[in-house]
């Protein structure tokens, strides 16, 4: 009864992961949601281990790059891969910013001239939002507003 429950699991596993990887924990929390007993679950999840089909090397390299992608800092995407559960540390997150020829400064430039469009900057609340963007997306409060200076003077000399 184990074994074919088990297979089951494993089979939805397979299932999941023909379309896209998945972390170790998502997978866990998937069978959990269909109240697949913790035996079974184990099972499972060591078939596709020892099939080298879950593959968290790839799972974290395409989170950081969708990450990176929409403008997070190094810290934030961290942080969001640990309250994953999945183990990243900075240095292979930065090597990948570096595969890609990404800086954080980059990224605040990229986001502060997508908000602003090429239009000036009309009054301190407009800043002020321009910040807290930037900020909700993990960066420094000085990087973003000794960039923001840059484009503004930009803005002011065009």
Do not use: C, W
Not at 69 to 84: C, H, P, T, V
Not at 86 to 107: G, M, R
Request: proline share 2%; hydrophobic share 30%.
């Amino acid at each position: 009864m184990t074994e074919k429950n088990s297979n089951k699991a494993f089979l939805y596993l397979i299932k999941l992961l023909s379309s896209r990887d998945y972390s170790e924990h998502k997978l866990r929390e998937k069978l959990r949601t269909r109240q697949y007993p913790e035996n079974e679950i184990e099972d499972a999840i060591k078939m596709v281990k020892d099939k080298n089909y879950l593959r968290e090397d790839v799972y974290s390299e395409a989170r950081i790059k969708a990450f990176m992608n929409k403008g997070y800092s190094q810290d934030f995407i961290r942080q969001k891969l640990n309250a994953e559960r999945v183990k990243v540390e900075i240095p292979f997150i930065d090597s990948i910013y570096n595969e890609y020829h990404h800086s954080e400064d980059d990224q605040i430039k990229r986001l502060l001239e997508k908000k602003l469009r090429g239009k000036p900057i009309i009054d301190y609340n407009h800043e002020t939002k321009l910040i807290r963007f930037v900020l909700s997306k993990g960066h420094d409060l000085s990087a973003t507003k000794k960039i923001l200076k840059q484009i503004k003077d930009e803005l002011a000399t065009s």
